[in-house]
């Protein structure tokens, strides 16, 4: 069973549809359905809790978060487990990497609120000026299933230090750690109401939520067409809205560089079995090194075990959905068609069956072409060679998105000129996915509109006040 959370309680819909695992297509859980009654009463409920929540102290809102985190990491081996189970990323991932970082992003906005948001007061002609962050109101957090808490918490915990409420909306293929984060955050004293959940589908559910006209802030991240309709949404009622969306990032790898280390990189790309918005899935390696960086990078790749995310040995795990897997098949199908050779992979892993997709990679794809410029969302990367610096980031740009890019070089004079040039949110030099919660993170183009992180998620999730104070005009005594 997942239910909502609305009130610091459960709630249950008459419709309920199927939570399926991509593991091996077991029924994790009937999921409530909210319906449009539903989710305008979690609406409700988070601007009721509102009016209290916003007059925490913030110094109360920070000790609360930091009890989150603390339930998060007591439940670390079952929320890993589960998320495990629900989103088919590898367990040794979600054990080391993704759950303490989940109860990182609370203890983070829970020490920067009190530490760092502040702005000092300044002086006009004998008039006080005073910067204020006040808390802005219901916030609807929607969320897709690649990873699905770190990417919620990455919004709630901003959103509760703000001040905000919440009503989060988590993606219909991994509702279960939404519902497990609702029983922490009782668990540590959050008042009820401040944080909900309503469990559906983004055409009816989600499309209701972000529809209502009394939020006051709407964070997605996800796809971009998807992207598009929140925007509309929020326009008819001006709400301001974060948008996070999809990529087609390069991964450039210059005759001077480290080729080992570029080969790692490369490699990690098919981490998640490709499903990371940030990847580097368009290679452009230098003409001269090209043969070199192959070599290395199908003996890397080749070396990478594809199995059950559950076994610690595993590198590669299943795709979410049977939807995806045809969808990232379609794709190469018609690169091939297209004349694309493929170099590694280029089909689903027949031997495991199920949802498993064989690492790819793939050549002579054509300019232009779909494979290019289309955002896959699987372990399927393109290479392509250049000559010149300057051909490099004119492909690297060749894209309608601009989340992020890596460059592996060991010349820093280019390091600087090319990320200069680069159009994305993020670029990474000789690393890749280094992410620290100071740093803005969003992206540019069709990859989204604002920036999260430190000062940047609190200036979206505040209402930003200026006070004027002259100095005469007191009544004194
Ligand atoms: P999606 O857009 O299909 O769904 C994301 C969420 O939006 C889900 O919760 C879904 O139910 C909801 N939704 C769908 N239609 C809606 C509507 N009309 N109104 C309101 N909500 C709606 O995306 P997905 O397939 O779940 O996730 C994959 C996408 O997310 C990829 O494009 C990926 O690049 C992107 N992504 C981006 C980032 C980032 O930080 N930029 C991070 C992770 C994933």
Redesign the pocket.
């Known amino acids: 069973m997942s239910d909502h959370w609305i009130g610091g309680r459960r709630v249950t819909s008459p419709i309920r549809f199927d939570d399926i695992s991509p593991i091996d297509g077991s029924v994790l859980a009937h999921v409530s359905r909210a319906c449009p009654e539903e989710v305008d009463l979690a609406v409700d409920t988070a601007e009721k809790a509102f009016t209290h929540w916003r007059r925490t102290t913030r110094e109360r809102r920070a000790e609360l978060l930091h009890k989150i985190a603390d339930g998060v990491e007591k439940r670390l081996d079952e929320l890993a487990a589960v998320e495990t189970s629900d989103n088919g990323a590898l367990l040794r991932s979600h054990l080391r990497g993704v759950m303490p970082r989940v109860a990182h992003n609370f203890r983070f906005f829970a020490d920067w609120l009190v530490d760092e948001v502040c702005h000092p007061d300044f002086d006009t002609r004998g008039h006080t000026n005073r910067v204020s962050w006040d808390p802005a109101g219901v916030c609807a957090l929607?969320?897709?299933?690649?990873?699905p808490l770190m990417?919620a918490s990455w919004k709630i915990a901003p959103a509760l230090a703000a001040g905000d409420t919440v009503v989060l909306?988590?993606?219909?293929?991994t509702p279960l750690t939404a519902t497990l984060l609702a029983e922490i955050t009782a668990e540590a004293g959050l008042p009820d109401g401040v944080f909900n959940v309503v469990q559906?589908?983004?055409?009816n559910?989600?499309?209701h939520?972000?529809n209502n006209p009394r939020l006051r802030r709407i964070s997605?991240?996800?796809?971009?067409?998807?992207?598009k309709?929140?925007a509309r949404?929020a326009a008819a009622n001006l709400v301001p809205t974060s948008l996070?969306?999809?990529?087609k990032s390069p991964l450039i790898v210059f005759a001077d560089a480290d080729l080992d280390l570029a080969v790692k990189l490369a490699v990690e790309q098919y981490d998640n079995a490709g499903?990371?918005?940030?990847a580097g899935v368009r290679l452009l390696v230098e003409e001269s090194v090209a043969a070199e960086f192959l070599a290395g990078f199908l003996t890397r790749a080749d070396a990478l075990k594809q199995g059950d995310p559950r076994d610690p040995a595993t590198d590669v795990g299943p795709l979410i959905h049977r939807r995806q897997l045809d969808r990232v098949d379609g794709f190469v199908r018609r690169a091939v068609a297209d004349g694309a050779r493929v170099l590694l992979g280029g089909g689903p892993n027949t031997e495991l069956g199920g949802l498993y997709y064989r690492p790819t990679l793939l050549t002579d794809v054509r300019p232009g072409s779909e494979i290019l410029t289309e955002?896959v969302?699987g372990p399927v990367l393109t290479l392509q060679t250049f000559r010149r610096e300057e051909d490099a980031v004119a492909m690297a740009n060749d894209t309608r998105f601009g989340?992020a890019a890596t460059l592996v070089t060991g010349d820093e004079d280019r390091a600087r000129r090319v990320t200069e040039q680069l159009v994305a949110g993020t670029v990474w030099v000789n690393c890749f996915f280094v992410r620290d919660l100071r740093a803005p993170?969003?992206?540019s183009r069709e990859?989204?509109i604002g920036r999260e992180g430190g000062n940047w998620s609190f200036d979206f999730y505040c209402d930003v006040k200026n006070t004027v104070t002259a100095g005469q005009g007191w009544r004194h005594g």
């Open positions: 929607i969320t897709p299933w690649n990873a990417l909306k988590p993606a219909e293929w559906g589908h983004g055409e559910t989600g499309q939520l972000v997605f991240t996800g796809s971009v067409p998807t992207g309709a929140i949404a996070e969306l999809g990529g499903q990371v918005c940030l955002e969302f989340l993170f969003g992206g990859s989204g």
